[in-house]
C-alpha cells in the first residue's frame, strides 16, 4: 500500500499536467504539420526562389527546410542558387557597406547546413562576412535609436558564429574572441541580452525579436563554436529555455507563444542532449500551425504567415523527433515502475523466507513430539 501511495504521488500530478495540454488542443501528426509547412512554404515561393526582395534569411530558413525533406527539391535548388548568387556578389545589400552581420551569417549557415558550399567562393565570403567583426570581438549590424548607428550585438556575433564556424571558415582567434563576446551578455536567469547595454530584445529584430531566440541562436553558435552541454553558460542557458517552454514560450503580457523562439529553443535543446525538453517544445510549435499551414511568431505583428517563422518550424519539426506526446511523464513512469519492481522482489523474498522459516519450525516441532513419545512408551 505505501508503494501504490507514494507512485500516485509521483506519478499523478504529471498525467494530470499532461491530460490537460493534450485536451487543450488536439495536435495534427508531426508528419501532417511538417507537409502543410512545406507545401506553404513552396505556394509562397517567387519563381526566382526568394520570398521577397530583402528577406535573404526567410529565404535561407525556407530553403533549408525544403531541402532537409527533399535534397532534391527544385524549389530548394532556386532558392539556394539565388542565396549563392547573392553570397557572392560583394555589392549585395547585407554586406559591409550596408551591413547587417546577422543576414549574412544565416544565409552562409542555411547553404553550408545542405551542403552547398560549392556553389560559392568560401573564402572570399568569410573574408567578407568577417570583416563585420569589431576589437571588441562581437559582429556588428544591429542599429539602436535614436542615431541607428550599426553596433556588435548577440545576434549578429551568434549567426556570423554560426555560419562561419560550420563551413569551417573561421580562424581559432576570431572564434575566441567572438565567444568572448557573447559569454558576458548572459544574465543571472540564463538568458542573453542582445547588447552590453540595457537592451535585452527588440522587437523590430527579425531574427532575434525576444530573449527566447536571442539565449536559443547563443547557444547553438556556442556549440558550433565546441562548447558542450557541462558548460555552466551553455546549462545556464538551456534551463532558461526549458523554464520558458513550461510558460508556453511567452514573454512579459503576450497572450501567445513565440513560435520562432521555441523553433529555435526546440533545436538547442535536442542539439545538447536534451531530448524530452525537446520533444516538449515540438509540441508546442505544433499547436501553433496556422489554418493555411504557415507559422507566424506574435513578435511580428504579422497577420499572416511568413517564411521565416515557417521555415524555422519546419526545420525544428524535422530534425527534433519523436514523440512529443509522452517526453512530459515518461520519466516519472520509469521511475516508478521501477520502485513497484523493486518492491515486488522484496515482497517475494520476505514471502519465501517466511514460508520457508515455518516448514523448518513446523518439522522441528514435529521432531519434538515424537521423541517425547517414544520416551514416555
Known amino acids: 500500500m505505501i508503494l501504490i501511495l507514494a507512485s500516485a504521488s509521483v506519478i499523478t500530478p504529471q498525467l494530470m499536467g499532461h491530460a490537460f495540454a493534450v485536451s487543450s488542443v488536439s495536435l495534427a501528426p508531426a508528419s501532417t504539420v511538417i507537409e502543410r509547412a512545406l507545401r506553404w512554404l513552396a505556394v509562397n515561393q517567387s519563381a526566382d526562389g526568394s520570398y521577397g526582395s530583402y528577406f535573404e534569411h526567410e529565404t535561407a530558413a525556407a530553403a533549408y527546410a525544403l531541402w532537409l525533406n527533399n535534397s532534391a527539391s527544385s524549389n530548394a535548388a532556386r532558392a539556394f542558387s539565388l542565396l549563392s548568387a547573392e553570397l557572392d556578389d560583394s555589392s549585395s545589400w547585407f554586406w ?3 551591413g547587417e552581420a546577422d543576414v549574412a551569417g544565416s544565409v552562409l549557415y542555411s547553404v ?15 573574408a567578407r562576412l568577417l570583416e563585420f567583426q569589431q576589437p571588441d570581438g562581437g559582429f556588428k549590424g544591429y542599429a539602436a535609436a535614436p542615431d541607428y548607428v550599426s553596433a556588435s550585438s548577440s545576434v549578429d556575433t551568434s549567426l556570423a558564429l554560426w555560419g562561419l564556424a560550420n563551413s569551417s571558415s573561421i580562424s581559432s582567434q576570431s572564434r575566441m574572441s567572438a565567444v568572448n563576446y557573447l559569454l558576458p551578455l548572459q544574465s543571472n536567469d540564463g538568458s ?7 537592451y535585452s530584445s527588440n522587437s523590430t529584430d527579425s531574427l532575434g525579436p525576444e530573449p527566447l531566440s536571442v539565449t536559443a541562436l547563443v547557444v547553438l553558435a556556442l556549440k558550433a ?5 557541462s558548460d555552466n553558460h551553455v546549462s545556464m542557458a538551456l534551463d532558461f529555455l526549458t523554464a520558458s517552454a513550461s510558460k508556453n514560450f511567452t514573454t512579459g503580457s503576450d497572450r501567445n507563444g513565440h513560435v520562432y523562439g521555441a523553433s529555435l529553443s526546440a533545436l538547442a535543446l535536442a542539439t545538447f542532449g536534451r531530448a524530452s525538453q525537446a520533444n516538449d517544445v515540438v509540441a508546442f510549435i505544433i499547436s501553433q500551425q496556422d489554418s493555411d499551414g504557415g507559422f507566424r ?21 524535422e530534425q527534433v523527433q519523436p514523440g512529443p506526446m509522452f517526453s512530459s511523464f515518461l520519466s516519472p513512469l520509469v521511475f516508478v515502475g521501477a520502485i513497484i519492481l523493486v518492491g515486488v522482489v522484496v515482497v517475494a523474498g520476505v514471502v519465501t523466507v517466511y514460508v520457508s522459516l515455518r516448514r523448518r519450525v513446523a518439522k522441528s516441532t514435529l521432531s519434538s513430539g515424537t521423541t517425547l513419545t517414544i520416551s514416555t512408551h
Open 96 to 98: 559591409p557597406q550596408y
Open 225 to 229: 563554436a565546441g562548447y558542450t552541454a
Open 192 to 198: 542573453f541580452r542582445l547588447t552590453s547595454k540595457i
Open 112 to 126: 553550408s547546413a545542405s551542403h552547398h558550399l560549392s556553389l560559392i567562393n568560401l573564402n572570399s565570403v568569410s
Open 297 to 317: 511568431d506574435i513578435g511580428r505583428g504579422s497577420s499572416g504567415s511568413n517564411a521565416l517563422d515557417t521555415g524555422w518550424a519546419a526545420i525544428a519539426l
